[in-house]
Nanobody, 118 residues
Framework: QLVESGGGLVQAGDSLRLSCAAS????????VAWFRQAPGKEREFIAS?????HYADSVKGRFTISRDIAKNTVHLQMNSLKLEDTAVYYC????????????????WGQGIQVTVSS
């Protein structure tokens, strides 16, 4: 089970840190990714971490994914937030290498809302 936390309402330019806590998964052996879905749009890949980190171009340089093995948690630090970052953010995990495809992940959190206002 994956549980996201840390979402909320912020202003453009602010920072926010999302967390994804796992039960039943050992994150140190799983690939974990963050996706997001804005209203009327498809779910899109944001970042992943396994042996290395990978980012979508839209967030590269602003978002950082990291893993806290002791707490079995993955974080997504989001800086310089923009209006277009507004979406429901999901964490996902798979017992394999990381992927940018939604269909490659079999464990998902319930999603958490991030709203960026002007």
């Amino acid at each position: 089970q994956l549980v996201e936390s840390g979402g909320g309402l912020v202003q453009a330019g602010d920072s926010l840190r999302l967390s994804c806590a796992a039960s039943g998964h050992t994150f140190s052996t799983y690939a974990v990714a963050w996706f997001r879905q804005a209203p009327g749009k498809e779910r899109e890949f944001i970042a992943s971490i396994s042996w290395s980190e990978h980012y979508a171009d839209s967030v590269k340089g602003r978002f950082t994914i990291s893993r806290d093995i002791a707490k079995n948690t993955v974080h997504l630090q989001m800086n310089s937030l923009k209006l277009e970052d507004t979406a429901v953010y999901y964490c996902a995990a798979r017992e394999s290498i990381a992927s940018i495809r939604v269909t490659d992940y079999d464990s998902w959190g319930q999603g958490i809302q991030v709203t960026v206002s002007s």
